[in-house]
C-alpha cells in the first residue's frame, strides 16, 4: 500500500504523481515475482498430477515433526495392470481417485503424499499402535470398491507398511 498525502487541499502535488507513476512499474514487478515465488513454491510441493503434497512436502513436513507417531507407507497392487489395459489416462484418473480414497480414510492432521510413480505415504502425527493399525484398515477398505473410468471399471489394491516412531518422527534419506 502507497499512501500519497496531498496537503490542506487534499490533492497531491504534481511531484508526488511524478513519483508513483516512477514507484508503479517497480511495484508492479514486486508483485509479480511474489506472485511467481508462490507459485514455484507450490509446483515445488504438490505432485502435479493428483494435487496432492510431493515427496519434499512429505520430507519438509517429516523434518519439523515434533511428535511420536506413525507412518504408513502405501504401495498401489495390480495398477500396472489398469494403465496396460485401459491407457495412461485412465491410470492417472486412478492416481486421482487413490488419492480422494487416501484422505477420507485418514485423520484430518495426516498427511497424505504422493511420493512416486504408486507409492503414497500418510504421515500419522500423534498415533499410537492401534491408531496405525486403525488406519490402515480404514484404508484397505476404502480399496475395497473398484475405481470408476467412465463406462469401465478397475480394481486396485494397496499392501501398506507401518513404521512407528515411540518418540519423534524422523527419516534417513
Not at 509479480?32 to 498430477?49: C, E, I, S
Not at 480394481?155 to 516412531?165: F, P
Request: proline share 5%.
Amino acid at each position: 500500500l502507497i499512501t500519497v498525502w496531498g496537503g490542506p487541499e487534499a490533492r497531491p502535488s504534481q511531484t508526488h504523481a511524478y513519483g508513483m507513476l516512477q514507484a508503479q512499474p517497480f511495484v508492479e514487478l514486486i508483485l509479480r515475482w511474489t506472485h511467481q515465488v508462490a507459485q514455484l513454491d507450490v509446483a515445488a510441493h504438490t505432485d502435479a498430477l493428483t494435487g496432492a503434497p510431493n515427496r519434499k512436502a512429505f520430507l519438509d513436513r517429516l523434518a519439523v515433526a515434533s511428535v511420536p507417531g506413525a507412518l504408513l507407507y502405501c504401495d498401489l497392487d495390480a495398477f500396472k495392470p489398469v494403465n496396460d489395459a485401459f491407457g495412461h489416462a485412465a491410470g492417472d484418473a486412478v492416481l486421482c481417485q487413490v488419492v480422494d480414497r487416501l484422505r477420507g480414510a485418514v485423520r484430518a492432521e495426516d498427511l497424505v503424499a504422493r511420493i512416486g510413480g504408486d507409492e503414497f505415504v500418510v504421515l500419522c502425527p500423534g498415533a499410537t499402535e492401534d491408531d496405525a493399525i486403525g488406519l490402515a484398515g480404514r484404508i484397505q477398505r476404502a480399496f475395497s470398491a473398484p475405481f470408476h473410468l467412465g463406462l469401465r471399471m478397475a480394481s486396485v489394491g494397496i499392501s501398506i507398511g507401518i513404521g512407528l516412531a515411540p518418540q519423534r518422527l524422523t527419516i534417513d534419506t
